[in-house]
Nanobody, 124 residues
Framework: QVQLVESGGGLVQPGGSLRLSCAAS????????MAWFRQAPGKDREFVAA????????YYADSVKGRFTISRDNAKNTVYLQMNSLKPEDTAVYYC?????????????????WGQGTQVTVSS
């Protein structure tokens, strides 16, 4: 069992930056593929970014590529999402998720554990 707790959300102006954190408790964090998803009001939850357990392989949605960076610190059981050049369309609840799949996956169905989410609002 893995528990995930997100933090770092808030209100930011367009063009600004935020860093989200996801702290994991439980065993074998370093074995999990970790990802961020988001859900905007009235829309389905969508994939944002994922990182392999080795911290080297990453994958991004086209909408955030070049602006967001996912990273992890296995010693701290934490995964991060650095978000730069934020746009109003990035406004959403951001969720952290953990998968036992050995490869990076964008499929929500393959993520076994989810956090409660943190709100990110981009507005002037």
């Amino acid at each position: 069992q893995v528990q995930l707790v997100e933090s770092g959300g808030g209100l930011v102006q367009p063009g600004g930056s935020l860093r989200l954190s996801c702290a994991a408790s439980g065993r074998a964090f370093s074995s999990y593929t970790m990802a961020w998803f988001r859900q905007a009001p009235g829309k389905d939850r969508e994939f944002v970014a994922a990182i392999h357990w080795n911290g080297i392989s990453t994958y991004y949605a086209d909408s955030v590529k070049g602006r967001f960076t996912i990273s992890r610190d296995n010693a701290k059981n934490t995964v991060y999402l650095q978000m730069n050049s934020l746009k109003p369309e990035d406004t959403a609840v951001y969720y952290c998720a953990a998968s036992l799949w050995a490869v990076v996956t964008t499929s929500q169905a393959r993520y076994n554990y989810w956090g409660q989410g943190t709100q990110v609002t981009v507005s002037s």
